[in-house]
């Protein structure tokens, strides 16, 4: 069973930065798509970002278009999520997912693996 290990979360002022990374185990990274989803304290867990296996495709909630970028190393069987320009919003646990098959998604049913989280907190 794969393994989805996030870091890079952690507290920052409005307007900054971070970057998450996510590390998977096994030796299949680059067979699946892979995504960000994150969760904010009393709310439904919303879909962030995805970058398909090769990485050409992407998709982006419309809240993060233009602020957050992910990227994914095969080489290296790790996904990232650059956050620019954070907003106290953001706030929330981010969890990195994996998706089989050929297409990207934003739903959340379409991935078959998660990890456990990682909290990100922006300050005003």
């Known amino acids: 069973q794969v393994q989805l290990v996030e870091s890079g979360g952690g507290l920052v002022q409005a307007g900054g930065s971070l970057r998450l990374s996510c590390a998977a185990s096994g030796r299949t990274f680059s067979s699946y798509a892979m995504g960000w989803f994150r969760q904010a304290p009393g709310k439904e867990r919303d879909f962030v970002a995805t970058i398909s296996r090769t990485g050409r495709s992407t998709d982006y909630a419309d809240s993060v278009k233009g602020r957050f970028t992910i990227s994914r190393d095969n080489g290296k069987n790790t996904v990232y999520l650059q956050m620019d320009s954070l907003k106290p919003e953001d706030t929330a646990v981010y969890y990195c997912?994996?998706?089989?098959?050929?297409?990207?998604?934003?739903?959340?049913?379409?991935?078959?693996?998660w990890g456990q989280g990682t909290q990100v907190t922006v300050s005003s």
């Open positions: 997912v994996r998706r089989p098959g050929l297409s990207i998604s934003t739903m959340a049913e379409a991935y078959d693996s």
